[in-house]
T-cell receptor, first 112, second 112 residues
């Protein structure tokens, strides 16, 4: 049982490059979300989805796009990376109505 | 808006009980209190949650005051492996959607 799987674990980008952070879960959870964590800060919600075809913005959505074509996958896209997006990114999933989130192991992203 | 307030840090001696406080004075009647912890840079791990009754599981106990404006997470016999950042979170329900908003958390250091 893999749980929540994030890839890649580490990534270095140049300013202006684009990339997609992958997130997959095998628990048939309807709810998935993306957080970023900066040094000395807590986790801030970027985008979330309550089911396939439905996404919504969190606290810090600017510069990020998401889509949810399947229950299992919730990719996060950076269209034009900026140094301010250097952070650790966590994907999480849960069942609706239940607050027990299952987190992935994170992606450490550096934008130069 | 994290809706919770925690002290930034706390120390505890190994083998002693660790009592981690949290204030959530604006909590609504149907909002649950959740606790997570994050060890090093791993993804946060769910600990426990509650609405108004005290709760206990294999990891910890959660004591919620009668007026629900504060709660305490209790680790009965703290070990060095309990050193982590602990997040007290209120599950926010807005406009039909629900979110978990993480604040900065509290760093617990268990000392030998």
């Amino acid at each position: 049982n893999a749980g929540v799987t994030q890839t890649p674990k580490f990534q270095v980008l140049k300013t202006g490059q684009s990339m997609t952070l992958q997130c997959a879960q095998d628990m048939n959870h309807e709810y998935m979300s993306w957080y970023r964590q900066d040094p000395g800060m807590g986790l801030r919600l970027i985008h979330y989805s309550v089911g396939a075809g439905i996404t919504d913005q969190g606290e810090v959505p600017n510069g990020y796009n998401v889509s949810r074509s399947t229950t299992e996958d919730f990719p996060l896209r950076l269209l034009s990376a900026a140094p301010s997006q250097t952070s650790v990114y966590f994907c999480a999933s849960r069942q609706p109505g239940v607050g027990k989130l299952f987190f992935g192991s994170g992606t450490q992203l550096s934008v130069l | 808006d994290a809706k919770t307030t925690q002290p930034p840090s706390m120390d505890c001696a190994e083998g002693r009980a660790a009592n981690l406080p949290c204030n959530h004075s604006t909590i609504s009647g149907n909002e649950y209190v959740y606790w997570y912890r994050q060890i090093h840079s791993q993804g946060p791990q769910y600990i426990i949650h509650g609405l108004k009754n005290n709760e206990t599981n294999e990891m910890a106990s959660l004591i919620i005051t009668e007026d629900r404006k504060s709660s305490t997470l209790i680790l009965p016999h703290a070990t060095l492996r309990d050193t982590a950042v602990y997040y007290c979170i209120v599950r926010v329900i807005q406009g039909g959607s629900e979110k978990l908003v993480f604040g900065k958390g509290m760093k617990l250091t268990v000392n030998p």
